[in-house]
């Protein structure tokens, strides 16, 4: 709310002080009535009401006239009949109280009604009574009355929220002023009692009620009365019967406690609602020790056997008879019922009986499942977050075994695995008597056999996790079993649709929530539900035990099905495909691959591949491509698809043959052999342009469409060429202008995606190419684009713009992009930070400091899995770093193993993977400079034909290494360069094994 016009404290618009009776009366009346404003003969009336000037409607055109030049003109503005303001109530500071006080008497809770009537009493300064009858004290006047009510409700809202101290002085005030107020009374007794005592306030309690009985012959009003005797329970004994103190601190529950603690005081019934193991019960426990009641009474109704069982088992537990009896041993006093999900039915008939018969006792229930009552609030208990599972397994552990190894990345995965349970924590780490915690990790496959054995004094329910998920199994009605196990064959959650699709309908799902069995959620695909892991698991068991898994699965598949359907025409520039949705689903859709390939189904496979295909390269994630490429190319190589499976088909293959031209420990031979048998299409999508592009039959086939008239297949044509000059020919420069003639096809007006590729691709190219500025403005325009798409490159974006950066040395724009927190589920590639913060240090002039990071780098890569060859690139670059320095004796270890490596790496090597090889031969060729010069400098024209990775510079730069071998041996050099010239992949490699052979020999033979 902000006050444009203030006319109760002062008169001004916009902080500009209005001066003169004539404008400020006139804006005063005009602020009576906003939405009309005023007639022109109330304007003359209210203006000079007891003597008009001669020509009153002229005066006020004059008045109007300079309150516009002085204001701006667009603050009063014409009606039909005279002149009103042009601003909403909120913005006029008379108005705005208003609204103020009003909202402040609505105000359900007392911190809201503070707010308010703090926010009016700010406004009101001013409002209060005037002997002047001008039209501003007249506004004014009407205002105090505003002001005395915001008054009140400020002392009201201050007493219920116990602010006593700073509420007693303003209620003595309007006590004094209203001493029939009975409302404002209540409230002054309750404050009385807190800051000066009981006695004080039944003191005056006592004197009211007998001015009553004395002026007028009646008693106080039933709110009086009851706070009349809430103030003499003050001094009664606290009960707190059945409430259990904690045997060990409770961890991660402080926010939940304060927020039932919240629902006790504005809801008559608050259940604790969730599944099993959760830890309501304690939570209730300590809800019920810091309760604000006196009385206090927990009942746990796990031993009742039926509905009918729930008022004896209450009533024998507070020691009296009957719901009448209960009320009165409560009083205004707290009833927590424990565990009320097998007798939920008799629990709410209880409690409804209760709260209708006081209105000031209140109900705390711990249930899977809500009452489902009008007078209840449900606090959903969530589950513990990942860190608190730590420190809790760790608390319980050392407690079973206090010398117990404590691996901290072992018990993060682990804590990971136990869904957020209190139970499973303390069931997982009661097994360290007899486990290491590594073992309870590796064997959580089989949880329901490991987690058991909780201590003796946990109730039997809780003593197995099988126990704890069965117990709310066998609470639900047959067919609430089958959904359940259907149900659990997604592991990523699903939709209300995607269960219709399955079960047939979807009015079982609110039994299952009302269990605690599913949780719902809300995201950008709407509203999904989902089980714990532990739930899922029990599920499936029960379904395998049902014998109903093929049955179940093949539902499973038919909804994938169906759902890859929508996007079988989708093409990844034309903005239809809803990488949302295929997200949120991305989970079961790998799930549906799995099965697909065991069953070597090959239209759930086309339709999965092609979905989470496309949702991969939104992601830059090219681990997963890699993996999905070569799990799908032999079924989608003998796969004959329909009609219907065509475009699915079309882009798995695709998408797995681009893969397989860049990874390189892939080949894209199985994928072409896909594309080969489909039908072509019109190359109108990036899809079909590339199916095209990626079939031609030769170089000089796959030139010409490079040329071709269709923008989008000269434009794919021109990208798919960059990577065969890349690769095959390894010609980065007919491969850097490749690249460019293809941004030329779209930089203009073509599909972001592509000019995000084409950008992507001239800047990837230039960072070997022409390393620095023109590199770096390409990658920028690249991550802009999809960002602006909301495609997820930002790791693959920033490892790139880093390597930018510290090719034109702004050291401090690539640590700065280190240091930025990498987006959660972003891919990691092992080392590559520690790579470049060594080029930093190196940078900056640190010697020592960037060689030892090189060093941790090489550690760090060495045995890592699903890198690919990237941990050879770390390590050759790491030897190569070394040299350049002259200090390989750091490295003997590195230096010693590359023989190795390169022989294991040589002979697999796809073209792709030709660099990788080529920077561990210049590696390997750097280390014999000074032992076998002429070898030396061979080996440096060989890695050079092999290609190599030049992203960190100045190391890999060719010129560097190029100058090396001139100056070493040039003569030499200059043959070898003119010897492999003209070897094809395989002459190069035997070529490299060979020169391997050699000198493995002569180290070994010195």
């Keep these: 709310m902000t006050i444009e016009l203030t006319l109760l404290s002062r008169v001004a618009y916009r902080n500009q002080e209005v001066t003169g009776a004539g404008p400020r009366g006139l804006l005063a009346v005009l602020a009576g009535d906003l939405r009309t404003g005023s007639s022109t003969a109330r304007l003359v009336e209210a203006l000079w009401p007891d003597e008009q000037p001669e020509h009153p409607t002229k005066a006020l055109q004059i008045l109007v006239s300079r309150a516009r030049a002085r204001l701006g003109p667009e603050l009063i503005v014409s009606t039909p009949t005279g002149y009103r303001l042009a601003l909403r109530p909120d913005q006029v500071d008379a108005e705005a109280v208003l609204l103020e006080a009003a909202a402040s008497e ?139 103190q904690e045997p060990n601190p ?157 691996p901290p990345s072992v018990v993060r995965q682990l804590s990971a695995r136990l869904d957020g349970l209190p139970l499973a924590a303390e069931l997982a780490a009661a097994r360290v008597r007899v486990m290491s915690v590594p073992e309870i990790a590796s064997r959580l496959d089989d949880r329901f056999a490991v987690l058991r054995g909780s201590t003796r004094d946990a109730p039997g329910r809780h003593q197995t996790l099988h126990a704890v998920i069965d117990w709310s199994w066998h609470l639900l009605e047959p067919a609430g079993q089958a959904a359940m196990r259907a149900l659990s064959v997604f592991p990523g959650g699903f939709t209300a649709a995607a269960a219709r699709r399955l079960l047939g309908d979807d009015a079982i799902l609110e039994q299952l929530v009302d269990q605690s069995l599913l949780r719902v959620g809300d995201g950008g695909s709407g509203t999904r539900f989902r089980m714990l892991e532990t739930v899922r698991e029990f599920s499936t068991a029960r379904r395998a035990e049902a014998g109903e898994t093929d049955r179940v699965v093949d539902g499973f598949l038919a909804w994938a099905g169906d759902y890859g359907e929508q996007w079988q025409e989708a093409d990844l520039t034309s903005g239809s495909l809803a990488v949302g949705a295929i997200r949120a689903e991305q989970d079961n859709l790998v799930q549906a691959l799995r099965y697909g390939l065991e069953r070597a189904d090959g239209a759930t496979v086309a339709v999965t591949a092609a979905m989470l295909g496309s949702l991969w390269i939104t992601e830059s994630n090219f681990t997963r491509l890699a993996g999905l490429a070569e799990d799908t190319a032999w079924v989608l190589s003998h796969f004959r698809p329909g009609p219907g499976f065509v475009e699915a088909t079309r882009t798995a293959a695709v998408l797995g043959a681009m893969v397989g031209f860049v990874t390189p420990e892939l080949s894209p031979a199985r994928a072409l052999v896909t594309l080969r048998r489909l039908p072509a299409a019109e190359p109108d999508t990036l899809i079909r342009a590339a199916h095209i592009a990626l079939c031609a039959k030769d170089l000089a086939a796959l030139e010409e469409l490079a040329t071709a008239d269709r923008t989008m297949l000269a434009g794919v044509a021109n990208y798919v060429l960059s990577y065969v000059w890349e690769n095959s020919a390894n010609d980065l420069d007919r491969a850097l202008l490749a690249a460019r003639r293809m941004l030329a096809c779209f930089d203009d007006d073509g599909p972001p995606v592509l000019r995000a590729v084409a950008h992507g691709r001239v800047g990837e190219l230039s960072l070997q190419v022409d390393p620095g500025e023109e590199a770096l403005r390409h990658l920028d325009a690249a991550l802009a684009i999809t960002t602006e798409l909301g495609w997820s490159t930002a790791t693959r974006g920033r490892w790139a713009l880093v390597l930018a950066n510290l090719q034109r040395g702004a050291f401090d724009e690539a640590e700065r992009a280190l240091d930025e927190e990498a987006p959660a589920g972003a891919e990691d590639l092992a080392g590559f930070e520690l790579c470049a913060r060594a080029e930093i240090r190196l940078g900056r002039g640190d010697i020592d400091g960037g060689l030892r990071l090189w060093r941790e780098a090489a550690d760090r890569v060495r045995g890592a899995t699903g890198a690919g060859l990237w941990p050879f690139e770390v390590e050759a670059v790491a030897v190569l770093t070394h040299a350049r320095f002259g200090r390989l004796d750091l490295v003997d270890d590195l230096v010693t193993s590359l023989p190795g490596i390169l022989a294991r790496t040589l002979p697999t090597a796809t073209a792709a993977g030709f660099p990788v090889c080529g920077t561990l031969l210049l590696a390997l060729a750097m280390t014999e400079l000074d032992t076998d010069p002429a070898r030396a400098v061979r080996m440096i024209a060989l890695a050079e034909r092999f290609g190599l990775l030049r992203g960190f510079q100045p190391t890999m730069s060719p010129e560097r290494i190029r100058g090396i071998a001139r100056k070493t041996d040039g003569p030499a050099y200059a043959d070898a360069v003119s010897a492999y010239a003209s070897l094809d992949h395989e002459g190069l490699r035997s070529c490299a094994q060979r020169l391997g052979s050699r000198l493995n020999s002569a180290r070994a033979h010195p």
């Design 106 to 244: 609505r105000a359900t809770d007392a911190q809201a009604a503070l707010a308010h009537a703090e926010s009016g009493l700010a406004l009101c300064e001013g409002a209060q009574d005037h002997d002047a009858a001008d039209p501003l004290s007249a506004l004014r006047n009407a205002r105090a009355t505003t002001y005395r009510s915001l008054v009140r409700s400020r002392a009201l809202a201050l007493s219920r929220l116990g602010r006593a101290t700073e509420a007693i002085e303003p209620l003595r005030a309007l006590a004094a002023e209203h001493p029939r107020d009975e409302t404002i009374l209540a409230e002054l007794l309750r404050s009385e009692a807190a800051t000066a005592g009981p006695a004080e306030a039944l003191t005056r309690y006592d004197a009211y009620r007998r001015t009553l009985r004395d002026e007028l012959g009646t008693e106080p009003g039933p709110a009086l009365r009851t706070a009349y005797q809430k103030l003499l329970l003050i001094d009664a004994p606290v009960v707190r019967s059945g409430v259990r």
């Design 250 to 406: 409770m961890l991660g529950r402080d926010r939940d406690a304060a927020a039932v603690a919240d629902l006790l005081k504005t809801a008559r019934v608050t259940s604790i609602v969730g599944p099993g193991g959760l830890g309501k019960t304690r939570l209730a426990h300590a809800v019920a020790r810091a309760a604000d009641q006196r009385v206090v009474h927990f009942v746990a109704l796990a031993g009742a056997t039926a509905d009918s069982d729930v008022l004896g088992e209450v009533a024998e537990a507070m020691g009296v008879r009957g719901a009448d009896a209960i009320v009165d041993a409560l009083g205004p006093g707290l009833l927590v019922l424990d565990n009320c999900e097998h007798v939920v039915r008799g629990t709410a008939a209880l409690v409804q009986a209760l709260v209708s018969r006081s209105a000031d006792l209140r109900v705390l229930t711990t249930s899977r499942a809500p009452l489902g009552l009008s007078s209840e609030s449900v606090y959903p208990l969530p589950e513990l977050d990942l860190p608190t599972m730590v420190d809790l397994f760790g608390q319980r552990a050392r407690a079973v075994r206090p010398d117990v190894d404590l």
